[in-house]
């Protein structure tokens, strides 16, 4: 079936630093790629997404590109701010009885400290 | 992207009892889904609830245990029937977008079974 793996966390990094959280997954045909945000209390919001080979996603300084020879969508940032602190998750969505099914890795982590 | 709320943010319930979670959306929506976040984890599927017919539960998910109404294209409500503390999870509902293959998330309800 379909997977999603991500790096383990948590991650700490200093304000302004480079950030990369690798993901890579597993699934038939050709799924759309996601990262979703999760702050501290709150539910998940839509970071970026790409839906097919050689795509970009972008959105808030974050960006990461769909590889499919290396079937991985790696988010990455130039310099994480405090207000970056939160729990990312990577997914895929491919379609499956009548609906898209959303698959979740288990969540990076971050802490950006001043 | 719709605007998701959901009742009750957080509840603290006794073993036995049961909670009625609500969903409610801004605009109607074809696919409503409902997702379970146990502590420290990453999201996991129950059901998909298509208005006007029987929600789809997920592999170990039962009717029974969490019944899901839809009335109509704007809600939806899911019940934790018969609680133990290991219903203890965030409860996140979840839309498709215009875009079928991307889903928006409400807030989550904070489920705490004592």
């Known amino acids: 079936g379909d997977s999603v793996t991500q790096m383990e966390g948590p991650v700490t990094l200093s304000e302004e630093a480079f950030l990369t959280i690798n993901c890579t997954y597993t699934?038939?045909?050709?799924?759309?790629l996601f990262w979703y945000v999760q702050y501290p209390g709150e539910g998940l919001q839509l970071l970026l997404k790409a839906t097919k080979a050689d795509d970009k996603g972008s959105n808030k300084g974050f960006e990461a590109t769909y590889r499919k020879e290396t079937t991985s969508f790696h988010l990455e940032k130039g310099s994480v701010q405090v207000s970056d602190s939160a729990v990312y998750f990577c997914a895929l969505s491919r379609s499956g009885a009548g609906s898209y099914q959303l698959t979740f890795g288990k969540g990076t982590k971050l802490s950006v400290i001043p | 992207s719709a605007v998701i709320s959901q009742k009750p943010s957080r509840d603290i319930c006794q073993r036995g009892t049961s909670l009625t979670i609500q969903c409610q959306v801004d605009?109607?929506?074809?696919?409503m889904f409902w997702y379970r976040q146990q502590p420290g984890q990453s999201l996991t599927l129950i059901a998909t609830?298509?208005?006007?017919?029987?929600?789809?539960?997920e592999s170990g998910f039962v009717i029974d245990k969490f019944p899901i109404s839809r009335p109509n294209l704007t809600f939806s409500t899911l019940t934790v029937s018969n609680m133990s503390p290991e219903d203890s999870s965030i409860y996140l509902c979840?839309?498709?977008?215009?875009?079928?293959?991307?889903?928006?998330f409400g807030p989550g309800t904070r489920l705490t079974v004592l």
């Open positions: 699934a038939t045909g050709y799924p759309s």
């Open positions: 979840s839309v498709e977008g215009q875009t079928t293959d991307t889903q928006y």
């Open positions: 605009s109607q929506v074809t696919m």
């Open positions: 609830a298509n208005q006007g017919s029987e929600a789809t539960y």
